[in-house]
């Protein structure tokens, strides 16, 4: 009687790691997926943040040349003419 209940409750903890050891294989799986995507994540972050410096240097650069200090002044004259009227 107690030899069975035994083997029973061996039988039951066998099955159970069993599933345990699923559950992990699935855990470790889903964890794999997601470092990937974490990892395409931060390269377009990456790409991203390269492309956001190289068009603030654009604008940077854009300011400092005559045509546009020139397009600034236009633009505070024509301010100042329209005031006037």
Known sequence: EEKSKLQEEKSKLQEEKSKLQEEKSKLQEEK????????????????????IQELANQIAEMRRSKFWKLREKYFRLKQIFSKSE
């Open 32 to 51: 794999s997926k997601l470092q990937e995507e974490k990892s395409k994540l931060q390269e377009e972050k990456s790409k991203l943040q390269k492309s």
